[in-house]
């Protein structure tokens, strides 16, 4: 692992039509809202925390977590990478506030992963890649501003036009059950499947 300070970046984007616009990383799983779920996972895993939100009470979800909004908004999840960059000082592990199941020792996997050869650690679950579960090197920041500025809009992207070590399933599996540590909360019925997966979170993560 490279002795570089790592910025845990929550990305709280989206305008969650699926979930009926409301905030997704404030449902709860488990009797505990998502996002403090994923700050509770980050911290251990990296030297700050920072939340990339557009919303205006974003301020008041995790009070004592710095808060900023896009750089160069309404440009999806690429636009929220660009703004983690932008604004980590060095690397930034990001997690979208969406996933309650993302656990600490998988992210400093995340982090031990990085090389001097290497911009980004992005883990691959049963659906494919994850990168809004990844670490990116400041090294990214200009290739995701040119992918905007080329109409780009997808957080893969990214992750296939810099130099990416990939986590596959098998390693991610380490960790626990890569469909669960991967979820994302994108409708209502997600929010439920992931109600019933907390009340085996013990065994399957």
Do not use: Q
């Amino acid at each position: 692992m490279l002795a570089r300070p790592v910025t845990g970046v929550i990305l709280a984007g989206g305008r969650a039509t699926r979930f009926g616009g409301a905030p997704k990383g404030l449902a709860r799983v488990g009797g505990e809202r998502i996002v403090d779920r994923i700050a509770r996972a980050l911290r251990p895993a990296c030297d700050e925390l920072l939340l990339v939100a557009n919303d205006e009470d974003a301020r008041a979800w995790l009070p004592d977590v710095r808060v900023v909004r896009d750089v160069r908004p309404a440009l999806g999840a690429l636009g929220g990478l660009h703004t983690a960059l932008t604004h980590a000082p060095d690397a930034a592990l990001v997690v979208a506030w969406d996933m309650p199941f993302v656990t600490s020792a998988l992210l400093r996997e995340l982090r031990d992963r990085e090389r001097a050869d290497v911009d980004a650690v992005v883990p691959r679950g049963p659906d494919g890649a994850e990168p809004l579960c990844a670490l990116y090197t400041r090294a990214c920041l200009g290739a995701a501003e040119r992918l905007l500025d080329a109409g780009e809009r997808r957080a893969r992207a990214l992750a296939e036009s810099v130099r990416t070590a990939w986590l596959d399933a098998d390693e991610v599996a380490r960790h626990g059950d890569p469909a669960v540590l991967l979820l994302s909360v994108n409708t209502p019925e997600d929010l439920a499947a992931a109600e019933s997966l907390s009340r085996d979170e013990g065994r399957i993560v």
